[in-house]
């Protein structure tokens, strides 16, 4: 968005890539000028787990604790980053939320393991996982969307096993800004439905009052 788009933009996301573009959109107020999320990742946070880290690490967790729980973690998550991203099991897990398994195929299956060949796929898993792991407080959904401001709309396939239509009702409840369109469809709305999901959008996007200067949606 700062250094290829450089000019306001609508984001779009699904899944991870959904908290990732909700994520965005909270930072870059001024740059995203509309959200939307289809079947989003990430948990409303619980009013028991904050401030529970505010103390100063004593000398003990900073140079002994800390660091070999890192490389537990680092060796925990390589190990399911590896068998994550193994054909059969990313066959099995689109299968289990794809409600018409016929869209799995192998151009799809491929579509995930290849960008997971990369080299450097595991150290981004790993960073991603680590960090939210270790600030699970600050990367929930309430905190983000209490920095949002753009119009939010939700395009929320109800027959997700992963995040359900109550999801959706939730974030609407709490961003009151949000529009929200219901689809017969698991987890990747966008793959099962196109013409319901591209017809929302358009949809949507008509109803939008924007700056009439040129747009872009990511």
């Known amino acids: ?3 290829i ?3 306001p933009a609508i984001l779009v996301g699904n899944s991870l890539g959904g908290f990732a ?3 965005t959109a909270a930072e870059l107020e001024r740059q995203v000028l509309g959200l939307v999320l289809l079947n989003s990742a990430g948990q409303f946070g619980s009013p028991s787990a904050q401030n529970t880290n505010t103390e100063e690490q004593s000398i003990l967790n900073k140079f002994i604790i800390n660091p070999v729980k890192e490389v537990l973690q680092r060796i925990i998550l390589s190990f399911v980053f590896w068998q994550s991203k193994q ?3 990313v066959e099995s897990v689109l299968k289990s939320v794809y409600i018409n ?3 799995v195929d192998d151009y799809l299956v491929e579509s995930i393991t290849k960008p997971a060949g990369d080299p450097n796929a595991g150290e981004v898993y790993y ?3 680590a960090r939210f792991m270790t600030n699970q407080t600050k990367y929930t959904l309430d905190s983000l969307l209490s920095k949002l401001s753009c119009p ?3 395009l929320w396939g109800d027959l997700d096993p992963w995040v359900g239509p109550g999801k959706a009702a ?3 409840e709490f961003y009151p800004n949000t529009s929200i369109v219901n689809l017969k469809a698991g987890h990747c709305p966008h793959d099962e439905v196109p013409e319901l999901v591209n017809g929302a959008l358009i949809d949507w996007l008509s109803s939008l009052q924007l700056n009439p200067a040129p747009l872009h949606t990511l």
Do not use: D, G
Request: aromatic share 4%; no cysteine.
């Open 87 to 89: 054909p059969a099991r």
């Open 101 to 103: 398994t016929s869209n």
């Open 1 to 3: 968005m700062k250094e």
């Open 127 to 129: 960073r991603l996982m």
């Open 5 to 7: 788009v450089r000019e």
């Open 21 to 23: 573009a909700l994520f």
């Open 170 to 172: 939730r974030i609407k």
């Open 152 to 154: 939010l709309l939700l």
